[in-house]
């Protein structure tokens, strides 16, 4: 059996175009260079990459998240997988390492916007006890699609520790089945 190791990194200037590769093709380009670049020098932004490690050739990313830490509340701007890696498990590791980072940082509440339709999404972050609190209209241009406004309080709870490990947990157990992947101890 052959496994890939993931590594879960943050975002680095040598990355930044792939970067913006991958969210050219997951999110239709939703930040430039220049966006990437503001999130990279930016202190409240946290910007974590899943990447493949790529013999003779600069890693292959495959997953990238953001959350702006804005007073006590994560806010996550961006989670997005390349579709040939989806519907594996990376989105849920890539979330956990996410809230992770917002309880080292001793954020108290998440936030984050995702499209109504998006059920995939919807039942992941549930997943992970986010709840709707509200609902903002044609929130997306193009679709003028509704967006969704979740939250998840609690971050700096016991409990929600509890949770974060117990999906952990799963999360891993579920990669490891998959007989695919290796993930690289998380280290910040």
Known sequence: MTFSTLQILPLTQAGIEAAV????????????????????????????????????????????????????????????????????GLGQLLLYSLLEKAVQRQLERATLEVRASNQIALSLYQKFGFKEAGRRKKYYPG?????????????????????????????FSRLAKAGTWQVEPISF
């Not at 220049?34 to 999130?39: D, F, K, T």
């Not at 003028?144 to 999360?171: V, Y």
């Open 21 to 88: 590769e991958l969210d050219r093709l997951c999110l239709g380009g939703m930040w430039s260079l220049q966006g990437y670049q503001r999130e990279l020098d930016s202190p409240n932004s946290e910007i974590l990459v899943l990447s493949l490690p790529c013999k003779g050739k600069d890693n292959t990313i495959v997953g990238i998240g953001c959350f702006w830490a804005i007073l006590e509340e994560a806010h996550i701007t961006l989670l997005a997988i390349h579709p040939d890696y989806q519907g594996q």
């Open 143 to 171: 679709t003028e699609e509704d967006a969704l406004i979740l939250w998840s309080g609690g971050l700096n709870k016991p409990e929600f520790s509890q949770q974060l490990s117990s999906l952990s947990a799963q999360i």
